[in-house]
């Protein structure tokens, strides 16, 4: 496996490469218009980065008109 595909980043991260602000992404997620997260402990969770590139990508595109 690609180590990028594996990469897990957190929220702070998520933010950083989106551009959306933490409740936008929760807003989001609910809506089934992000990627889900993923439980990495009782307190703690994390978003795969291909999922988060893939979604940024699908944004780009549809936002250019294709």
């Known amino acids: ?7 897990i980043i ?14 936008s992404v929760y807003k989001y997620m609910k ?3 992000f990627p889900k997260s993923i439980v990495l402990g ?3 969770i994390g978003w795969i980065e291909s999922d988060i590139d893939r979604w940024i990508s699908e944004r780009v595109y549809t936002s250019a008109g294709q």
């Not at 957190?10 to 409740?23: A, C, D, F, I, N």
């Open 31 to 33: 809506e089934n218009g």
């Open 10 to 23: 957190r929220l702070p991260e998520v933010q950083r490469k989106t551009g959306l602000g933490r409740s």
């Open 42 to 44: 009782p307190r703690a």
């Open 1 to 7: 496996m690609d180590t990028k595909t594996s990469r």
